[in-house]
């Protein structure tokens, strides 16, 4: 019941200039859908959101979405219009009033564009945001100027574009093989009056790289605070012939002792996430004499970690490990350490850092009798901190 969103990511747009489907691409520190997804699931009068995908995007839109309460994707079609007719079909299970059509593409939805669609579906069958035409227009032939169009009336059409569930549903059943532009054409093409709302500068369309920097730019400016959180570990060595640094499983004459794997990497970076939103630490959310945790992998805790971190409104742009130790040697393990945290957290692997340093045979460490791990997690609210 109530209004859903369907999110439209099922395009194969690549004239960004990476090679690879725009929605998926970097966007401060995050992917593009995300920061789509996200705009909707944040909202309170959107009850659950839906992403329509590509066949092929199904491990891509997995590590992109990580640790969001979404519906299971759907996979589209051939054209935008087949992909919302999935979309549209797989909601009827929720059986929602309304419904918020949007694309990937343009990620910077602002909450007050979203209230006004919903404000007046309560009164209208289809909903369209608008922008009015502010350039001079001019139809071309071939390079010259051919004559002047007049701009008057001429509104640029913007998602989410919202309707009458059952009616939309109804007008793209019908509109089966056809080759609409948007959803408010098809609607139109049923004969339902689309009422027009105001758009938002901001919800504009990524399409080229200097769109994607313009978005990043905008991100940028709107946000609202950074914190830094820290974290340090600690385990000694016992008998064992293996250790867990940051994921990865390394063969070492010793193990490393501790009520979990004792992975003290990824113990002193959750412990920074923690500490970034103020938290607690990881002794809190799990507790040492609880059994359940014992010989646990410590990637159950820092996903957790990174859920959290999300759940307060924030999103991870940074972390960075330092593991202090004589034995074993980190470096042919470093890039895996890397992939492993980012895989876990969904980051680009160029947000995290994996460093190792001895402390010149002084001290615990030096002597080897166990392995000591420093973190750093930055996070950046880009609203008010829940």
Same mark, same amino acid.
């Given at each position: 019941?109530?209004?859903?969103?369907?999110?439209?990511?099922?395009? @194969?747009?690549?004239?960004?200039?990476?090679?690879? &489907?725009?929605?998926?691409?970097?966007?401060? =520190?995050?992917?593009?859908?995300?920061?789509?997804?996200?705009?909707?699931?944040?909202?309170?009068?959107?009850?659950?959101?839906?992403?329509?995908?590509?066949?092929?995007?199904?491990?891509?839109?997995?590590?992109?979405?990580?640790?969001?309460?979404?519906?299971?994707?759907?996979?589209? =079609?051939?054209?935008?219009?087949?992909?919302?007719?999935?979309?549209?079909?797989?909601?009827?299970? /929720?059986?929602?009033?309304?419904?918020?059509?949007?694309?990937?593409?343009?990620?910077?939805?602002?909450?007050?564009?979203?209230?006004?669609?919903?404000?007046?579906?309560?009164?209208?069958?289809?909903?369209?945001?608008?922008?009015?035409?502010?350039?001079?227009?001019?139809?071309?032939?071939?390079?010259?100027?051919?004559?002047?169009?007049?701009? *008057?009336?001429?509104?640029?059409?913007?998602?989410?574009?919202?309707?009458? /569930?059952?009616?939309?549903?109804?007008?793209?059943?019908?509109?089966?093989?056809?080759?609409?532009?948007?959803?408010?054409?098809?609607?139109?093409?049923?004969?339902?009056?689309?009422?027009?709302?105001?758009?938002?500068?901001?919800? /504009?369309?990524?399409?080229?790289?200097?769109?994607?920097?313009?978005?990043?730019?905008?991100?940028?400016?709107?946000?609202?605070?950074?914190?830094?959180?820290?974290?340090?570990?600690?385990?000694?060595? %016992?008998?064992?012939?293996?250790?867990?640094?940051?994921?990865?499983?390394?063969?070492?004459?010793?193990?490393?002792?501790?009520?979990?794997?004792?992975?003290?990497?990824?113990?002193?970076?959750?412990?920074? $996430? $923690?500490?970034?939103?103020?938290?607690?630490?990881?002794?809190?959310?799990?507790?040492?004499?609880?059994?359940?945790?014992?010989?646990?992998?410590?990637?159950?805790?820092?996903?957790?970690?990174?859920?959290?971190?999300?759940?307060?409104?924030? @999103?991870?742009?940074?972390?960075?490990?330092?593991?202090?130790? %004589?034995?074993?040697?980190?470096?042919?393990?470093?890039?895996?350490?890397?992939?492993?945290?980012?895989?876990?957290?969904?980051?680009?692997? =160029?947000?995290?850092?994996?460093?190792?340093?001895?402390?010149?045979?002084?001290?615990?460490?030096?002597?080897?009798?166990?392995? &000591?791990?420093? *973190?750093?997690?930055?996070?950046?609210?880009?609203?008010?901190?829940?």
């Amino acid at each position: 019941m109530g209004a859903y969103a369907l999110i439209v990511a099922a395009g @194969r747009g690549t004239r960004v200039g990476a090679g690879r &489907a725009k929605q998926y691409l970097p966007l401060a =520190g995050e992917p593009m859908l995300r920061h789509a997804v996200r705009a909707f699931l944040g909202h309170p009068g959107i009850a659950g959101v839906r992403v329509v995908i590509h066949a092929d995007d199904r491990a891509v839109y997995d590590t992109a979405v990580a640790g969001l309460d979404l519906a299971g994707p759907v996979t589209g =079609g051939a054209e935008r219009q087949d992909s919302v007719r999935a979309g549209l079909e797989s909601l009827v299970e /929720f059986a929602p009033t309304e419904v918020l059509i949007h694309d990937a593409a343009r990620p910077l939805v602002e909450p007050a564009l979203i209230d006004r669609c919903l404000a007046a579906l309560k009164q209208h069958a289809a909903v369209l945001p608008v922008l009015a035409v502010a350039d001079s227009l001019k139809r071309l032939d071939g390079d010259s100027v051919a004559c002047d169009i007049d701009r *008057a009336g001429l509104y640029r059409a913007q998602t989410p574009q919202g309707f009458r /569930f059952a009616t939309i549903l109804d007008a793209h059943r019908r509109a089966a093989g056809g080759h609409h532009t948007d959803d408010a054409s098809v609607a139109a093409a049923a004969g339902i009056a689309v009422h027009t709302v105001a758009g938002s500068e901001r919800a /504009f369309k990524v399409t080229t790289a200097e769109d994607l920097a313009r978005a990043g730019r905008e991100l940028g400016a709107g946000m609202a605070d950074i914190r830094v959180g820290q974290g340090f570990d600690v385990h000694a060595f %016992e008998a064992g012939d293996r250790v867990y640094l940051c994921g990865v499983e390394i063969p070492h004459e010793a193990a490393l002792k501790g009520h979990s794997d004792a992975d003290v990497g990824l113990h002193a970076l959750t412990d920074a $996430l $923690l500490g970034a939103i103020g938290d607690g630490d990881i002794g809190s959310h799990f507790l040492p004499s609880d059994p359940q945790w014992r010989g646990v992998a410590s990637d159950r805790f820092l996903r957790h970690a990174g859920e959290r971190v999300r759940a307060a409104g924030a @999103r991870i742009t940074a972390v960075d490990v330092t593991l202090i130790c %004589e034995a074993p040697k980190v470096g042919p393990h470093r890039e895996a350490m890397r992939a492993r945290i980012a895989d876990i957290l969904g980051l680009e692997v =160029g947000r995290v850092s994996v460093k190792a340093t001895t402390t010149e045979r002084l001290g615990f460490t030096g002597r080897r009798e166990g392995i &000591a791990a420093q *973190a750093l997690a930055t996070v950046a609210f880009d609203g008010p901190a829940r």
